[in-house]
């Protein structure tokens, strides 16, 4: 796979990873990447593009696709789903932090308190986030889980009875840490999830 190459300059370049054995051997459908493709269509504002991969649970596979990503195809983020739990097919987390160059405990950790308002076993998640540096680029890699539910709250985060933020999601942290890492300018949809930027690196509206 070649490096694709951008239509506009803020189009950001988003991997998307599916880790399943059933799923990737036809047993049942994915439906992580999918919903996936979903929410970044009602979160995003600025141009993106995805490309998609369907793997096995496979500490190798995940570490090599990862890589040829980033490296490769010039994804400025990765989103992987599956393989995070504590089972011994789970190694989602050991194949992502084999490839980071700098681990981002937050995101892991919010996810967690995220999910924690649901169910007591999220604390048998284990995703983790990392970036990935070469000597041209670099990317933000992030686990999530495997169900479309819990992406969709670890995402976008949490409201109240009024519609007002009460914990807020990860992806509100990912377009300024894209920002730092030399990717594209990422705007969102405030209504699903309202990036945070300090005020100096803020664009004027266009």
Not at 3 to 28: F, Q, T
Not at 66 to 71: A, G, I, K
Request: aromatic share 4%; glycine share 8%; proline share 7%.
């Amino acid at each position: 796979m070649t490096k694709l190459a951008r239509n506009h300059p803020d189009e950001i370049l988003i991997g998307l990873v599916s880790i399943s054995d059933r799923a990737s051997s036809g047993v049942y459908e994915d439906k992580g990447i999918p919903a996936l493709e979903a929410w970044l269509g009602t979160a995003l504002a600025s141009p993106w593009r995805v490309e998609t991969r369907l793997i096995q649970d496979d500490a190798a596979t995940i570490s090599a696709t990862l890589v040829e990503l980033v490296d490769n195809v010039g994804c400025d983020l990765v989103l992987t789903t599956g393989g995070t739990g504590p089972s011994r097919r789970d190694v989602t987390p050991e194949a992502t932090l084999a490839v980071g160059t700098k681990e981002m405990p937050g995101f892991g950790e919010q996810m967690r308190q995220i999910s924690l308002n649901f169910v007591p076993t999220a604390i048998l998640s284990r995703q983790v986030a990392v970036i990935r540096e070469t000597a041209e680029r670099a990317a933000l890699i992030v686990n999530l889980p495997g169900q479309p539910k819990s992406i969709k709250e670890t995402l976008e985060g949490l409201r109240d009875e009024t519609g007002a933020v009460a914990v807020p999601g990860i992806f509100a942290a990912v377009p300024y840490c894209i920002d730092l890492i030399g990717g594209p300018y990422v705007e969102t949809n405030a209504s699903v999830v309202a990036a945070f930027r300090p005020k100096s690196a803020q664009r004027a509206p266009r």
